[in-house]
């Protein structure tokens, strides 16, 4: 093992025995904070409570990912517990293929948990390992990637979304075959066929709560009613729903603040930097602010950690020219 490996083992037990001293004192849970219902959803499922519809197998997803920590609750069993089981479920963060520069910033991730929710942390993973392996990922992906990914993604439609955006975006850098990216629009058109019922839902129910409470309210003909008007409207209820909106209407400045640091460091990147991962980023986040959920969150750390490798460099290339001046 060489220096550089055990420096680098040795920071990540260090942080790992104060993150989780830090979370024993705040007394953190995957299941702490419930204004989004995300325990009602599992207790629900584990009950049987679950319905045969184009979202049944998102919702099993995020009820085997969750279920370990779900357990140990309804058991009231020791916090500590959920601790050293939320580190373990961030240990693919360390062991990306990026510079060990990246990797000693990635132990923030577990800092992050004592500021949002576990879930929230689980989906800023998923969306990073994808960006992680689009900047710095040489000769593909690992299988493991796409798995844990997708896998955590799926505790959110939204960073769900983003990650399939994402490998759509840079399908040449994950799928090397010419042959084989063909099947990734045959893969579109299916996941768009599972869920445009769901999708469809969504925004009717936006446009009418009452009349479109139900998935089977959802018809062809209610669709084809869907006039301008509708479509205006159901933009505006969107935006009105949104994180942002929601945070300044309710006067919750932590949140605005939040996004405002996030928009704040992707534009910074988008002006000074020419990769074409930054201005999808960039894109995504935009689009992120027109949904609620943790679509936007979902993007933070990995906004943060590209912007300390861009401070990093141009900290070293300074240094640098100085070094040759003199």
């Known amino acids: 093992m060489n220096k550089s490996r055990l420096k680098f083992l040795f920071w990540i037990f260090f942080n790992v025995i104060i993150f989780l001293f830090l979370s024993s004192f705040l007394d953190r849970s995957m299941f702490s904070v419930e204004i989004d219902g995300f325990y009602s959803q599992v207790s629900s499922f584990d009950a049987g409570n679950n319905q045969s519809n184009s979202l049944s197998y998102m919702h099993r997803v995020r009820y085997i990912i969750a279920y370990p920590f779900f357990f140990i609750k309804e058991n009231n069993m020791s916090n500590t517990l959920e601790h050293i089981l939320f580190v373990i479920y961030c240990l693919p963060v360390f062991f990306t293929k990026a510079p060990y520069r990246i990797r000693n910033i990635s132990v923030l991730i577990l800092y992050l948990s004592l500021i949002f929710s576990y879930r929230s942390v689980l989906v800023m993973i998923a969306v990073y390992m994808l960006i992680m392996n689009i900047r710095y990922g040489y000769g593909g992906v690992k299988k493991r990637v796409f798995l844990i990914s997708f896998g955590y993604s799926l505790l959110s439609s939204g960073s769900f979304l983003l990650c399939f955006f994402l490998v ?3 399908k040449k850098k994950y799928i090397k075959s010419k042959s084989k990216r063909k099947y990734l629009n045959i893969v579109v058109i299916m996941l768009v066929s599972v ?3 769901s999708i469809f839902h969504k925004l009717l129910f936006f446009l009418n709560p009452y009349e479109y ?3 089977d309210d959802i018809t062809i003909e209610a669709i084809k009613k869907i ?8 933009f505006y209820v969107m935006v009105e729903r949104s994180l942002l909106f929601e945070a300044i209407m309710n006067e919750d400045y932590l949140r605005v603040s939040i996004v405002v640091i996030e928009l704040l460091l992707i534009i910074f ?4 930097s020419k990769q074409k991962v930054i201005k999808t980023i960039f894109i995504l986040l935009l689009v992120s602010l027109l949904f609620e959920g943790l679509m936007t969150y979902s993007l933070l750390f990995s906004i943060i950690v590209l912007f300390y490798d861009f401070l990093y460099k141009s900290v070293k290339r300074t240094k640098y020219e100085t070094r040759n001046i003199y």
Request: charged share 15%; aromatic share 20%; glycine share 10%.
């Open 168 to 170: 759509f975006f840079f």
């Open 195 to 197: 869920l445009a019922g």
């Open 213 to 215: 409470g139900s998935a």
């Open 227 to 234: 006039s301008i008007e509708d479509i205006v409207k159901i």
């Open 269 to 272: 990147l988008t002006l000074y």
